[in-house]
């Protein structure tokens, strides 16, 4: 399908509006955002220079008006092209004050002295800035209190607009598009480093903006894992290789995988193919409004137990969307509540022999009246190549 690409400003003006209204209730004054896909959820500020770890990046959004950007002046022309109109800048990197004094006036002049700041904490988040240029700029506004922002930000980010879903749709097209590509190349006798190479060509042929993540298997009936990078062993009749993507576009991932069996499979591999289709029909038929993250994990353990196997890598699947993996986890201890328009990978995974596995992947979304499948289902037997 084809996706518009950027957002209108009412998407932003939106997202906004619902972090002011959560900031209000929870009493922050402000919000600092130090990390890529936080920048960009307020701003849409998309580039590949968060590859430098040498410059730090930083957004507040105050409690009222618009986002400020505190930014090295080598993006300031970047983000003036964004719906941002105060951007403050410094020559960077600066040795004695990377940005430190700037960003400590801005706070002050924003939240008050006795401000309250909000900054991720929690659970998946990551500061991106020196330590010790936070805790200089935390020492130099000594009434000021910063404050996990982490569920404020969850809150609103694991539920996506239709704009954000058509792009997470169109990032699954274009995987799916490349799998099919894959029995071109994906042969007896070809190394699986080759295949990793041909695949990442084909995803971007297809599409995609770039290719973040790849990994993958193969071997007799299954692989050992879902995350090595390739080795240069060529594939063997009875191997099942297993491709996992998590392609971009316009800044928001899919994150799928698919299986086949190389020139036959065994009545083992088959099996447990057909176990984890089944697994991700439970999981698809669970993923309803008002339901939890466990509810899902249990409907797919549920299949998976009965074929004797306890799925498997700790969780059978997670959040996803301008991240390869976001909250929430699908684990029994995760009873965050499904929402409409929340997306989510389906993980289940299956032993088929001792250190032998095999895992299934889809990607879904939250409707009102249960679950829409993004990805083009996988086949519903094991398919053969060669």
Known sequence: MDAARGFAQGEFEHRLSRAQKLMDEAGFD???LTSEPDVRYFTGFLTRFWESPTRPWFVIVPLSGKPVAVIPQIGA?????????????????DMADDGVSLLGDTLLSLAGEKGCIGLPMGLETHLRMPLADFFRVRDSLPRMTFTDAAPLLRALQ????EAEIDKIRAACA???????????????????????RRFQMALLEKGADWVPYLAGGAGLDGYGDVISPAGDQPLMAGDVLMLDTGAVFDGYFCD???????????????????????ATEAGFAAARPGETAASIYHAMDAVISVAGGD????RLGHGLGMRLTEWPSLIPADHTVLEPGMVLTLEPGLEVSPGIIQVHEENIVIR???AEW?????????????
């Open 368 to 370: 009102e009246n249960g």
């Open 311 to 314: 799925g498997g890598g700790g």
């Open 174 to 196: 274009i995987g799916s598009a490349a799998f099919d590509m894959v029995s071109e190349f994906a042969h007896e006798g070809v190394p699986l480093s080759t295949i990793f």
């Open 374 to 386: 993004l990805t083009r289902r996988a086949a519903e037997q094991l398919p053969v190549i060669g």
């Open 77 to 93: 022309h970047l983000m003036g092209t964004t719906w941002v109109e105060d951007i403050r800048t410094w020559a960077a990197p």
């Open 158 to 161: 694991c539920v996506k607009s």
């Open 30 to 32: 402000a919000l600092l």
């Open 256 to 278: 799928f995988d698919r299986n086949w069996a190389i020139a036959h499979a065994s009545e083992a591999a088959s099996s447990a193919y057909d176990v984890l289709f089944g």
